[in-house]
């Protein structure tokens, strides 16, 4: 988070979706479908973009077992609805449910001291899936880069990183496993994160059934094998639109490589930046920037820059203004990922995420609310330690 980061949907009903965050996508309508897709294994699939909320069900009395990680190392709010992964849900008040490991489903929830508890959803797990399913938990959390020791470095080179810093700690990049990562993101290409969440949803219905919490229905994600058997015409029924045939390509592309897909795609975690990018753009409806925030999100690639139109902006306001009224171009591109590399080091992904962020009209509100009642805020000019510029 080196260099990186619309087509109009014919609809029934309009209707405005907010732009996304992370890959940020340009607001479009959620098509209104009722086509039946055949039916793929024992049942026929809904169609998540008609009819995306499973059936609730209460929620049962949760049992927390602390993570020992505090609030400046892992904030819920500010890692998983911030457009890193679209399979997570909130399931309650600071508490967000999702799958590690492929198969351990789990429930993660900010204590009151700050602190994460997480909950296993299952009543049969042994000690030693249990022992697994925690280092699955801990793996994609990153928990082995400290944040507090990360950001302590950005903000020793940056006093704008440090003033966000102190009102956006906690903003963690997640460890996503390859082939997850690569079909949400292919999903969010020139897309709204409603309309992304309600694709990975339909992809996830593929996978073996975990369970249900907060009303959300979680399942494996599917193998490489599964969704080999899904045709580009039931994606498209689904409402994948033109997406539907990356998908597929992508899959048969994968399945053709030496050792199997999901192999050569945990290889390029062990190659340089410039590597992945190339390889992961060798696969349909994989570009630049969707190369680069896979690389990010799950190949330990922590220099990888997305760079769109709003980590372009970003850049021009606080690291090379002399690009401002420019149009981005490849070329600009790679000089707005090499600034936040020069900047930032190789952790400059992570700074980004975080600037990010605080571009996010919900954070833009708080911290113009935080800033406006500190005593210093009259000193602070554009360029130097600053409130958000409000667009």
């Not at 793929?40 to 049962?60: A, D, F, G, H, V």
């Not at 609805?81 to 351990?104: A, E, L």
Request: aromatic letters at 8%; hydrophobic letters at 40%.
């Amino acid at each position: 988070m080196l260099s990186l980061r619309t087509l109009p949907i014919i609809m029934k009903t309009p209707r405005t979706i907010p732009s996304a965050p992370s890959t940020p996508p340009s607001p479009h309508s959620l098509p209104s479908r009722s086509t039946a897709l055949r039916t793929l294994s024992s049942k026929i699939p809904r169609n998540i973009l008609t009819n995306p909320t499973p059936t609730t069900q209460e929620q049962e009395d949760l049992k927390w077992v602390a993570l020992n990680l505090s609030r400046s190392e892992l904030y819920l709010p500010l890692t998983f609805p911030t457009g890193q992964t679209f399979r997570w849900k909130q399931t309650g008040p600071i508490q967000y449910t999702g799958v590690v490991g492929r198969s351990h489903l789990v429930s993660l929830k900010q204590l009151d001291n700050g602190d994460i508890g997480y909950h296993f959803h299952s009543t049969t797990a042994s000690e030693s899936k249990f022992a697994a399913a925690r280092e699955a938990l801990l793996d994609f959390l990153n928990v082995g880069i400290s944040l507090t020791e990360v950001w302590e470095s950005f903000k020793a080179s940056d006093s704008r990183f440090a003033e966000l810093a102190n009102h956006l700690e906690g903003a963690r990049v997640l460890r996503q496993e390859p082939l997850e990562c690569l079909i949400q993101f292919i999903c969010s290409s020139n897309n709204n994160i409603k309309r992304i969440t309600m694709m990975v949803d339909f992809i996830s219905s593929l996978g073996n059934f975990l369970g249900t919490v907060g009303g959300f229905e979680f399942y494996e994600f599917p193998s490489l094998e599964r969704l080999a058997l899904v045709s580009e015409q039931e994606l498209r029924a689904a409402g994948f639109g033109y997406r539907a045939k990356y998908i597929v390509g992508t899959v048969e592309a994968l399945k053709s490589k030496p050792g199997g897909g999901a192999e050569w795609l945990a290889a390029l975690r062990k190659v340089d930046l410039p590597e992945a990018i190339v390889s992961l753009c060798s696969l349909p409806g994989v570009g630049p920037k969707v190369a680069a925030c896979i690389s990010l999100f799950s190949l330990d690639q922590h220099h990888a820059i997305p760079v769109d139109t709003h980590v372009w902006k970003i850049a021009t306001r606080y690291l090379l203004p002399e690009l401002a009224g420019t149009s981005l171009t490849p070329k600009i591109s790679n000089r707005v990922a090499n600034a936040f590399v020069s900047t930032y080091g190789k952790y400059a992904g992570w700074a980004q995420t975080l600037l990010f962020i605080a571009e996010l009209p919900s954070q833009k509100a708080l911290l113009n609310s935080k800033e406006e009642k500190s005593p210093d805020s009259r000193k602070r000019k554009l360029g130097g330690i600053t409130k958000v510029p409000k667009e």
